[in-house]
């Protein structure tokens, strides 16, 4: 979905994500991707579902990214190439747009009183305070 950086493809993974229920790996594929895409339209997005519904952050989880295994990486998929499910983790690709997560920093912020939150929202904020 990175290469379709469409309202209708975000639309689409928020559809997705709240169809995906508890199923974390699912969520972090669908909140990266939307990450991705590098729009304020997906920032706002991620933004919406993150606060109404933030999954527990489970990063250590060895099967985080098993969805990427459905993506066929060849020459007759020129799109899964361009996709980069680097870890199964979506707070990683913050750092990849700072201008557009400063759009989104102060909404997020929330996010601190969290203890899965908490650690990653710090060093985020750092790296802003940095830049």
Known sequence: MEGFRTKAASDYLKELY?????????????????????????????????????????????NSNSYRQYLPINDLNPLAK????????????LYDSLKLTRTILPDLLPLMNLDDYEGNMMHLLGKMVGQ
């Not at 995906?20 to 991707?33: K, S």
């Not at 361009?82 to 983790?89: H, K, M």
Request: net charge negative; aromatic share 12%.
């Open 18 to 62: 709240y169809a995906a229920g508890d199923t974390i790996e699912l969520q972090y594929n669908i909140l990266e991707t939307l990450l991705q895409q590098k729009t304020q339209y997906s920032y706002n997005l991620f933004r919406d579902m993150v606060m109404n519904e933030p999954p527990v952050l489970d990063m250590d989880d060895n």
């Open 82 to 93: 361009r996709i980069r499910y680097n870890d199964g983790s979506f707070m990683d690709d």
